[in-house]
C-alpha cells in the first residue's frame, strides 16, 4: 500500500472517528455551577441540591431555560355526582361543598396554565426524547403547545362557573 493511499485512509478513519465522537452524549445535559472554592465546576451528572444554585446546559453550552417537566399539571375536576353521599340523597351542603371545591380546581388549574404559558413564551423550551436526552422544542411544537394552553386557559380561567357549563 502506497504511502499516500495510508495517509488518506488514516485521516478518513480519524475525522470518521472525531465526527462519531461528536454525536456521542451530544444532547446530554452539562450542569454547571460554584463550588465552595470559588471555582467553576462542569458535570454530565447532576449534583445534590446541598450545592447551591445549578444552571443547566445544552450540549452547546447554552443555557437550558426551561424544560417540559416544569409544566405544572392540570387537575382532575370531580363531577358533582361523584360525591360521597351520606344517605340515598346528597344534602344541599355537599353539593355545595363539591362546586367549591371544583372552584377552588379550576384555579388552581388557571395559575398553574399562566405559569406554563410563561415558560412556553420564553421560546426556549426543552423536553426529554425516548433515550432520555433533552432537546429543544421545535418552533411549531411551541406554536401548538401554546395553542393548547391558550385554549385550556379558555376554560379554566374563564369567570363562569363550572356548574354552568
Not at 379550576?106 to 425516548?130: F, H, P
Request: overall charge positive; glycine content about 8%.
Amino acid at each position: 500500500m502506497s504511502k499516500s493511499r495510508l495517509l488518506v485512509l488514516l485521516s478518513g478513519l480519524v475525522l470518521g472517528l472525531t465526527f462519531a465522537g461528536d454525536k456521542v452524549g451530544a444532547d446530554k445535559a452539562i450542569y454547571k455551577w460554584h463550588g465552595q472554592d470559588g471555582l467553576i465546576h462542569y458535570s454530565h451528572i447532576k449534583p445534590n441540591n446541598s450545592i447551591g444554585e445549578v444552571e443547566q446546559l445544552d450540549s452547546s453550552g447554552r443555557k437550558v431555560k426551561a424544560h417540559t417537566d416544569d409544566f405544572g399539571q392540570i387537575k382532575t375536576i370531580p363531577r358533582p355526582d361523584k360525591v360521597e353521599q351520606t344517605g340515598d340523597k346528597k344534602t344541599e351542603e355537599e353539593v355545595k361543598l363539591a362546586e367549591k371545591r371544583q372552584e377552588e380546581i379550576k384555579q388552581e388549574n388557571c395559575k398553574t396554565l399562566q405559569e406554563n404559558l410563561r415558560i412556553i413564551e420564553t421560546g426556549e423550551v426543552y423536553e426529554n426524547d425516548a433515550k432520555g436526552n433533552k432537546v429543544l422544542l421545535k418552533p411549531e411544537q411551541l406554536k401548538a403547545a401554546r395553542a393548547k394552553t391558550l385554549r385550556d386557559m379558555d376554560y379554566f380561567c374563564s369567570p363562569e362557573p363550572l356548574s354552568k357549563k
